[in-house]
């Protein structure tokens, strides 16, 4: 009996990205030295006194046992305050608040929790893959919308609720979105809250980027709408802001219902965070926040560089709003190339890996996801080694004398 017999593993198409990420490795093996832009892994440090916190409680000998599922009692009230000041915001930290392995085990959990064969979930295209595999692990079926949230957004809306049988019960939203770093005003909140209402819709907004946006544009959450409680649950992680990606630390808030629902599913799965993590997690949340305004000065100046450094490489990049991603289009010379075949050539003649835009959906072909968790000078080397392969395709760079390779 081979392995995609199985009822769930049918439905999971080989994870296009892992193509890219193998070959990578293996470069890597062999003694190449890769600039690696494809995983959106982060390259700086969690502040000092996480650590230190972390070790602290690691050092108790009533700290390794069992944990609590939902999250221990300091750490939820720890993110209702986080909201409170942020985002002005109240939670109950009781029963609109639980502590997930990260963002993507959150969307997960929940996607067990709420859904199964028969429903179907709208959800963005392209987007994170756990997105809608998150659904179709579940057994429910997904039905793309767009990502850009544009008219044409609107639109689809409410073409999927007309026409679609049985009628969606729940919306995905990811903004600051990754991969397409596209972002969103409250006024957009708003009237997808009074659309959800309308329609009887949950919402399950994915804030993984809340503090990463730049030139001085706070990220709302959908929370802040009046309301907004009633049909939306906000998944937040600590994986990007405070540079703790590989403790998987995230919440999900909002909704009692599914909050409940989440909370009730989580407590067959799993026994909680490891506690000196869920207490190193209210050392980072309640303590000073400088290293989050660092953080994001710090991708700010890197998306500027590769912007530039890349343009002048004959690569032009749109700059991204916020996230730590920028959503790039292959170079119109090479877009015949596709997203998976491009991302291959990269690698293996410019030494820089990036992650093929059709790994997050159809809708992503002729684009290529690119990770700012290189520093600069790394980033201008890949501009450099983008420059010699763009000029192998005979794409025309600017003259060194304007400005040099950067």
């Known amino acids: 009996m081979s392995e995609d017999e199985f009822y769930r593993i049918k439905r999971l198409p080989p994870y296009v990205i892992a193509e890219v990420n193998a070959m990578r490795a293996a470069a ?10 494809g995983m959106g892994n982060p390259d700086l440090p969690p502040p000092q006194h996480v650590i230190e916190k972390l070790c602290e409680v690691a050092m108790k000998p009533d700290a390794h046992g069992y944990s609590q599922s939902k999250g221990i009692p300091g750490l939820r009230k720890a993110q209702a305050n986080y909201y409170a000041r942020r985002f002005n915001v109240e939670l109950d930290p009781e029963s609109e ?6 963002s993507k085990e959150g969307l997960a959990s929940l996607a ?3 859904t199964g064969p028969g429903d179907v979930v709208l959800a963005p295209n392209p987007s994170y893959p756990i997105h809608t595999f998150g659904f179709i692990i579940a057994g429910a079926t997904i039905r793309s919308v767009p990502t850009t949230p544009d008219e044409n957004y609107w639109r689809a809306l409410d073409r999927a609720m007309a026409f679609t049988v049985p009628r969606p019960s729940i919306l995905v939203v990811n903004y600051p979105s990754n991969p397409t770093a596209e972002a969103v005003d409250l006024a957009f909140y708003e009237r997808l809250v009074a659309w959800a209402k309308e329609n009887k819709v949950w919402v399950l907004s994915d804030l993984a980027y809340s503090e990463l946006y730049y030139d001085g544009n706070p990220t709302p959450s959908i929370l802040q709408v009046p309301g907004a409680k009633d049909v939306a649950v906000e998944f937040t992680s600590m994986s990007k802001t405070y540079s703790m990606a590989g403790w998987r630390m995230g919440f999900a808030v909002g909704n009692k219902r599914l909050i409940a629902a989440m909370t009730r599913v989580k407590s067959y799965l799993d026994y909680g965070a490891f506690t000196p993590i869920q207490a190193a997690a209210c050392a980072a949340l309640n303590g000073p926040q400088d290293i989050v305004a660092r953080n994001r000065e710090l991708y700010q100046k890197r998306r500027d560089v590769m912007v ?7 690569w032009d990049i749109p700059s991204p709003k916020a996230s730590m991603f ?7 010379a090479l877009k015949e190339m596709g997203s998976l075949e491009f991302s291959k050539q990269m690698l293996i003649h410019a030494k820089v890996a990036v992650a093929p835009g059709v790994g997050y959906g159809e809708d992503g072909e002729g684009y290529v996801r690119i990770a700012m968790v290189e520093n600069e000078q790394r ?3 890949a501009a450099r080694n983008v420059r010699k392969f763009l000029s192998m395709h005979g794409v025309n760079t600017p003259s060194v004398a304007a400005g040099g390779e950067g």
């Open 326 to 332: 920028a959503w790039a289009p292959l170079p119109p």
């Open 112 to 114: 067990t929790a709420i």
């Open 308 to 314: 530039e450094s890349f343009g002048r490489a004959g």
């Open 379 to 381: 980033i201008r080397q």
């Open 97 to 102: 608040v639980v502590v997930t392995m990260g």
């Open 28 to 37: 890597r093996a062999a003694g190449e030295d890769i600039i690696d832009l």
